[in-house]
C-alpha cells in the first residue's frame, strides 16, 4: 500500500511504503554513529598504548646531546670581595646542568685572564675549545693552548688542566715554553696557576736566545738542524 507523502519531508521526493523511512533512514544515523565511536575507540587504544609502553617510546633520539643552555659573545667576570680576580671571554657556550652531564662546554674557545691583589694583569691563557666540570671545578683546555705569565713566559701545548682546588696547571702533552733567553721543549708540565713556578717534568732540549730578533719559528729551524 502507497504511503502518503509529506511535501514538505527534507527526504527525497520518492514513492515509498509506509514505515520504509523509519526502517531504512534513521538506521543509517545509528550506522554513522556507530563509526565514530569505533574510531574514537580505535584512536583511544592506540594512544593507550603508546603511554604504555614506557618512556623509551617517547624518548626523541639524541635528546641528551642538546644542551639546556646556550650563550653567544661572553664576558663573564669573578669576584672576590668586591675585586676582580679572573675574565673570560667566550664566543660560544653550552651549559649542561644533569646529573649524569654537569659542565660547561665553550666549543669556539676561551680567552681567559687573572689579575693579582693590586687589580694588575699577572696571567693570561687561551684556547681553541674548553670545558669547565663543575663538580671538580676543573678545567680542561683543548687544542693551541697557550699561556702567558706575568714576566712574559709562555707555554705553548695540545691540552692543558687547571685544577681550581688545587691551585694547579698541569699538561701531559708535548709542550714548548718560551722565556726571555731560552726556549725549551719537552713533554709534561707542571705549574702554579700563575706560570710563575713551573716545571717540564721529561725535558728534551734547550735552545739559548741570544738575539731578542729571534722568533719562535727561527727556533723552530735550529732545532731541526
Known amino acids: 500500500m502507497l504511503d502518503q507523502r509529506d511535501d514538505n519531508s527534507p527526504y527525497p521526493r520518492l514513492a515509498w511504503f509506509g514505515g520504509i523511512r523509519e526502517a531504512v533512514c534513521r538506521p543509517r544515523r545509528r550506522q554513522t554513529v ?16 603508546c603511554l604504555g609502553a614506557g618512556k623509551e617510546t617517547l624518548k626523541m633520539p639524541g635528546i641528551e646531546n642538546i644542551p639546556d643552555i646556550t ?4 664576558r663573564m667576570l669573578y669576584t672576590k670581595d668586591g675585586r676582580c680576580e679572573m675574565e673570560m671571554r667566550a664566543p660560544a657556550m653550552n651549559v649542561y646542568a644533569r646529573e649524569e652531564k654537569e659542565y660547561d662546554e665553550f666549543p669556539r674557545g676561551i680567552d681567559v685572564r687573572i689579575y693579582d691583589s693590586l687589580g694588575h694583569l699577572s696571567t693570561m691563557l687561551r684556547a681553541n675549545y674548553a670545558l669547565y666540570l663543575r663538580k671538580k671545578k676543573l678545567w680542561d683546555a683543548r687544542h ?25 696547571i698541569y699538561s701531559e702533552e708535548s709542550v714548548r715554553i718560551r722565556t726571555a733567553d731560552a726556549l725549551l721543549f719537552g713533554r709534561g708540565f707542571e705549574s702554579d696557576e700563575r706560570f710563575n ?3 717540564i717534568r721529561y ?16 727556533a723552530e729551524k735550529k732545532v731541526e738542524r
Open 34 to 49: 556507530l563509526l565514530c565511536l569505533a574510531m574514537l575507540s580505535f584512536a583511544s587504544v592506540n594512544l593507550m598504548g
Open 71 to 74: 650563550g653567544d659573545s661572553l
Open 144 to 168: 693551541n693552548v697557550v699561556g702567558i705569565n706575568k714576566q712574559g713566559d709562555s707555554i705553548q701545548t695540545e691540552r692543558m688542566f687547571w685544577d681550581e682546588e688545587k691551585k694547579l
Open 197 to 199: 713556578n713551573w716545571e
Open 203 to 218: 725535558p728534551k732540549g734547550v735552545i739559548t736566545v741570544r738575539e731578542q730578533a729571534d722568533t719562535l719559528r727561527n
